[in-house]
């Protein structure tokens, strides 16, 4: 198996006509993830959309490393 490396970095912006950054980054060695999931361009609570998203989907990569929780067979067809 081939090794290598792979260096990850995030920045975000608020834009030119938001009152707040509604982006959400994970970077996870121990996940070997990169997550980033835009605001909801202004919507109500977008800030907390894009913050469940990126939290359960942490989550659930745990779960399944743990052996917590198993993709269902038919779930990748």
Request: charged content about 25%; glycine content about 10%; hydrophobic content about 45%.
């Amino acid at each position: 198996m081939n090794h290598f490396d792979i260096e990850f970095a995030a920045v975000t912006d608020i834009g030119k006509i938001r009152e707040k950054n509604e982006d959400n980054v994970l970077i996870s060695s121990e996940l070997a993830l990169g997550v980033v999931a835009d605001g909801m361009g202004g919507h109500s609570a977008g800030e907390i959309a894009s913050s469940i998203a990126v939290s359960v989907l942490a989550e659930t990569i745990r779960k399944i490393n743990a052996g917590d929780m198993q993709i269902p067979p038919d779930f990748l067809r």
